[in-house]
């Protein structure tokens, strides 16, 4: 049949349809390398299939008292919270000095990998890799065409927590950081607004989702993911990246 009639794939967000910005079709990688002035992006809808994704939350939500299925995360208080016993992932709820006050982040976090990372005046102390976070990791090291060393791994309860704008930009992570970014449960927007400027990108992160970030992106734009009240359900992000200190 003639390829007159074969649609264009197009990635499911608008992308500015003016000079700089593009976006091709990479049938190997089955995604979307998608390019913006200064940045690089490839964006895989269905990376991780459901088999693999569900059992990526359940086994990062595993634990000793609560079904990680139905659980409430949001109506356990704080003391109760710190008492449950994960079996896979050592989530801890860190806290930030703000305006002198001690101010705990608004989702719960945990660090893997081989390197310590400090951002926002919070060092954060590797704990060693297990089989689960080597598979994603060497899955995407792969398409990433690099070899992360360590991974932020954040869990939003629900549309309540969230991330502010930010850029990975810490001296650590090089000048032109690639940064691989996995989505695991709830679809959540991840919005990218360029510096100094009003234009916005908003990219939907669905079950399985992946995101490479790459070129001048950390130095020109900023990424956050904002409350989404209507959201009710868990989500699990996992940054990768390559740490590079000499200790």
Same mark, same amino acid.
């Given at each position: 049949?003639?390829?007159?009639?074969?649609?264009?794939?197009?990635?499911?967000?608008?992308? /500015?349809?003016?000079?700089?910005?593009?976006?091709?079709?990479?049938?190997?990688?089955?995604?979307?390398?998608?390019?913006?002035?200064?940045?690089?992006?490839?964006?895989?809808?269905?990376?991780?299939?459901?088999?693999?994704?569900?059992?990526?939350?359940?086994?990062?939500?595993? #634990?000793?008292?609560?079904?990680?299925?139905?659980?409430?995360?949001? #109506?356990?208080?704080?003391?109760?919270?710190?008492?449950?016993?994960?079996?896979?992932?050592?989530?801890?709820?860190?806290?930030?000095?703000?305006?002198?006050?001690?101010?705990?982040? /608004?989702?719960?976090?945990?660090?893997?990998?081989?390197?310590?990372?400090?951002?926002?005046?919070?060092?954060?102390? /590797?704990?060693?890799?297990?089989?689960?976070?080597?598979?994603?990791?060497?899955?995407?090291?792969?398409?990433?065409?690099?070899?992360?060393?360590?991974?932020?791994?954040?869990?939003?309860?629900?549309?309540?927590?969230?991330?502010?704008?930010?850029?990975?930009?810490?001296?650590?992570?090089?000048? #032109?950081?690639?940064?691989?970014?996995?989505?695991?449960?709830?679809?959540?927007?991840?919005?990218?607004?360029?510096?100094?400027?009003?234009?916005?990108?908003?990219?939907?992160?669905?079950?399985?989702?992946?995101?490479?970030?790459?070129?001048?992106?950390?130095?020109?734009?900023?990424?956050?993911?904002?409350?989404?009240?209507?959201?009710?359900?868990?989500?699990? #992000?996992?940054?990768?990246?390559?740490?590079?200190?000499?200790?």
């Amino acid at each position: 049949m003639s390829d007159l009639f074969a649609t264009e794939k197009i990635p499911p967000f608008e992308i /500015p349809k003016k000079e700089g910005y593009s976006s091709k079709w990479n049938d190997k990688l089955k995604g979307f390398d998608i390019k913006i002035p200064h940045g690089k992006i490839l964006y895989a809808e269905h990376f991780f299939n459901k088999k693999i994704s569900d059992r990526s939350i359940e086994y990062f939500l595993e #634990n000793n008292s609560n079904d990680w299925r139905v659980a409430d995360w949001r #109506n356990l208080d704080r003391e109760k919270l710190s008492n449950v016993r994960f079996k896979n992932i050592d989530w801890q709820h860190d806290k930030l000095k703000m305006y002198g006050k001690e101010v705990f982040l /608004p989702r719960y976090s945990a660090w893997y990998g081989d390197k310590p990372y400090t951002y926002s005046g919070l060092t954060l102390q /590797p704990k060693p890799w297990d089989k689960r976070l080597l598979y994603i990791k060497n899955a995407i090291d792969k398409i990433a065409k690099v070899r992360f060393n360590s991974v932020l791994m954040n869990w939003y309860r629900d549309g309540e927590d969230y991330m502010n704008w930010h850029a990975d930009d810490e001296p650590e992570l090089g000048k #032109n950081p690639v940064i691989g970014s996995v989505n695991f449960g709830e679809i959540r927007d991840f919005i990218i607004r360029k510096n100094g400027s009003l234009e916005k990108i908003t990219i939907p992160l669905k079950h399985g989702t992946l995101l490479v970030m790459g070129g001048e992106l950390q130095h020109f734009w900023q990424h956050c993911i904002p409350k989404r009240k209507k959201s009710k359900q868990a989500r699990l #992000n996992l940054t990768f990246r390559i740490i590079n200190t000499t200790d």
